[in-house]
């Protein structure tokens, strides 16, 4: 699956009150089709729920050969060994995220639906930029709506690799990894899917393929 142009970003859902049980969910939807990564996103927790989010779930990522980003806390991701740090726009700066994460560390950040935000990224160095949201989302405050054409656009004119979040399901998959998306984030669209999260993950894989086949 190494050879995709568009790839899975799964999020975690905005809680995990029962991690033992999301941990055996996590490693069934893994081992159900290629993702690339996984965010742990727990607002508004305290530290130590999300470094025991972190030491459950990183094995089983690390296990399949997943990154592990942490949602807002460069100081946090470079603590807890993660893979790297997901940052919005009134979060730490990205030259505050590198420089407390490290130089290894895989930064993303939020540029909801505008090419200008994205660039000034991307010319600091981001690894990776997302816009959202592209569709209604109830995981979490989304205050602008993005258009599939950005992906083009972006794609067409940037190398630095986009991510496509916000409300992304199985019927809308197909469309923006068409539009030019390296990336799609999905939390809902896995973990709520009535089939289960592995089924989600098989489903997306294969509109993601569908996409990229009408992209081509």
């Known amino acids: 699956m190494a050879d995709l142009l568009c790839r899975l970003y799964l999020i975690t859902p905005p809680r995990l009150d029962d ?15 290629d993702v690339a990564a996984l965010q742990i ?31 807002d806390r460069p100081d946090l991701a470079a603590r807890l060994g993660c893979d790297g740090v997901h940052i919005g726009q009134s979060d730490a700066s990205y030259a505050e995220a590198r420089r407390i994460a490290g130089r290894d560390a895989m930064i993303g950040v939020t540029c909801h639906d505008s090419r200008h935000l994205a660039m000034e990224a991307a010319e600091a160095g981001a690894d990776y930029v997302a816009f959202g949201a592209f569709f209604p989302t ?9 258009e599939p054409e950005i992906l083009t656009i972006w794609q067409e ?10 409300g992304i399901t199985v019927e809308t998959a197909r469309g923006l990894a068409k539009a030019g998306a390296d990336f799609l984030a999905v939390s809902a669209g896995v973990w709520s899917f009535g089939q289960g999260p592995a089924a989600a993950v098989k489903a997306l894989n294969a509109e993601i393929a569908a996409g990229l086949a009408e992209r081509g």
């Not at 130590?48 to 296990?63: F, G, K, Q, S």
């Not at 940037?158 to 979040?165: G, K």
Request: glycine share 8%; net charge negative.
């Open 138 to 146: 109830t995981t979490k405050e989304a205050p602008t709506r993005a």
């Open 41 to 71: 996103r727990l607002k508004d927790q305290p530290d130590n729920v999300i470094a025991a989010a972190v030491d459950a779930l990183t094995p089983i990522a690390a296990a399949r050969g997943v990154a592990v980003i942490l949602n």
């Open 19 to 33: 991690l033992a049980g999301f941990g055996h969910a996590l490693a069934q939807a893994l081992d159900a089709g």
């Open 157 to 166: 004119t940037m190398e630095v690799p986009c991510v496509a979040i916000g």
